[in-house]
């Protein structure tokens, strides 16, 4: 199995994924490299954040973050990325009541996290500071 992953900032459609599939594929006969099946994807919707680089590329998107040591009495949260300094995030959430409600529904309830953040003007945004080493798994949230 050769899985390959393709990204670009405009976003990657199914021909994309089909173009790149084909023209490796006659590479590798050219080549002579022999494989069984051959993957070609995208990173998909509610892809992995991990660089500063991601971060930075997503600015102003929601995202799933579980952290590996406990900020401010969380270590789970869903929020939006604000920024990035350094190697530090900043994540805008919305007031406790709504972050925590956010939090504790599914699928569902994940989709509506930036909408809030961009509906509540007038509430108080909760901003939380991670170090990216903090960070053990933050996922964007599909906007569909």
Not at 17 to 43: D, K, M, Q
Not at 70 to 91: H, I, M, P, W, Y
Not at 92 to 113: C, F, I, P, T
Not at 116 to 127: D, G, H, I, N, R
Request: charged content about 30%; glycine content about 4%.
């Amino acid at each position: 199995l050769l899985r390959i992953f393709i990204d670009a900032p405009a976003g990657i459609t199914v021909e994309d994924c089909a173009r790149v599939s084909n023209h490796l594929t006659r590479a590798f006969v050219v080549e002579g490299i022999e494989y069984e099946r051959l993957e070609v994807s995208s990173p998909g919707l509610d892809r992995v954040l991990k660089t500063v680089a991601d971060f930075v590329r997503y600015q102003g998107q929601p995202v799933k973050v579980r952290l590996n040591t406990t900020v401010d009495a969380r270590k789970r949260f869903n929020a939006v990325v604000q920024a990035v300094e350094g190697s530090r995030v900043l994540f805008a959430l919305v007031d406790e009541s709504d972050a925590a409600a956010s939090a504790g529904q599914k699928k569902r309830g994940n989709a509506k996290v930036k909408s809030k953040v961009e509906a509540t003007e007038s509430a108080e945004l909760k901003v939380i500071t991670v170090d990216l080493a903090q960070i053990e798994k933050a996922r964007l949230i599909p906007q569909l």
